[in-house]
């Protein structure tokens, strides 16, 4: 097979490592791109013709654009393009600040948008590439403490799925990934807390039992199936990435159609 090419945001640590690591061990060149960059040294070294990294704040819709165009100039064309930059507001939507809300959308959900954008014309002029849209398995619904994280990504599952509808006619294939639960240190390098209001302290108490300690496996386990999702010729609209978590979004897609359900007979009383 010919060698891909991928671009991939957050690829410093976590998830976005996990994946840069699997597409060069698979012989594929990689555009690296992160804030900072440095904690990829060592795969540099080790792929000295396959790695290039790039330095970006994905908020910052210029700098996207011209990053994007430094991964193509440097690799030739882009074939997979991971969009997987992103962080953690931790707190309840009443604490949260007008410059927290907005900066974490900044960068979970606009910083998404400006990838896409920048991209898909590269992408589009081949005829050929893919955007793998990494969100969140609680894009269905939201969750006490993670709303704005949830709502950042819920949003750009809604946008990928235009996206997808777009760009099909111009052989570009999208697929928003909604990963489950892995130890990425989102929740504690990746998190950015509100002031704790103390009315809300016995809420905190039970979903810090509910959540437990257990920080989730290790990110490369997910990386084959990013990989074989990426080899996929006609690739899904969207993937559940965890066994445990496709478990739980079934889990909620059920609970959800039985609430529509018991309530048919109030919404059916309007003719729309």
């Known amino acids: 097979m010919t060698a891909r090419t991928w671009f991939i945001t957050g690829a410093s640590r976590g998830l976005g490592r996990a994946f840069t690591e699997a597409a060069l061990a698979a012989g594929d060149r990689v555009a690296a791109a992160a ?4 904690p990829l040294a060592d795969l540099a070294a080790e792929h000295p013709d396959g790695l ?17 165009g430094e991964a193509k100039a440097a690799l030739g064309r882009l074939d997979v393009v991971v969009n997987n ?31 896409s954008q920048a991209v898909v014309p590269h992408l589009r002029e081949q005829g050929s590439g893919r955007i793998l849209q990494v969100t969140s398995m609680g894009t269905g619904g939201g969750m006490a403490s993670v709303g704005f994280y949830g709502a950042g990504k819920a949003a750009l599952d809604s ?26 240190g989102l929740f504690t390098r990746g998190t950015t807390a509100t002031e704790p209001d103390p009315a809300y302290a016995s809420l905190r108490a039970e979903l810090e039992e509910m959540w437990g300690d257990d920080a989730g496996p290790d990110p490369s386990t997910a990386a084959p199936v990013i990989m074989r999702l990426a080899d996929l010729p006609d690739p899904p ?20 159609t039985g609430l529509y359900r018991e309530w048919e007979d109030l919404s059916r009383l309007a003719p729309g």
């Open 52 to 68: 290039v990294r790039i330095t970006l704040d994905v908020s910052d819709r210029a700098a996207v654009f011209r990053a994007v």
């Open 35 to 38: 804030r900072d960059p440095e």
């Open 159 to 184: 946008v990928a799925e235009a996206l997808a509808m777009e760009v099909a006619r111009f052989g570009v294939k999208v697929t928003v990934v909604q990963m489950g639960g892995y130890d990425t």
């Open 85 to 115: 930059a992103g962080g953690m507001l931790y707190g309840m939507v009443e604490e949260a600040t007008e410059q927290q809300i907005r900066d974490h959308l900044d960068v979970n959900f606009f910083g998404a948008v400006w990838v």
């Open 237 to 256: 609209r969207r993937l559940i990435v965890g066994s445990r978590s496709y478990d739980i979004v079934q889990q909620m897609d059920r609970e959800r």
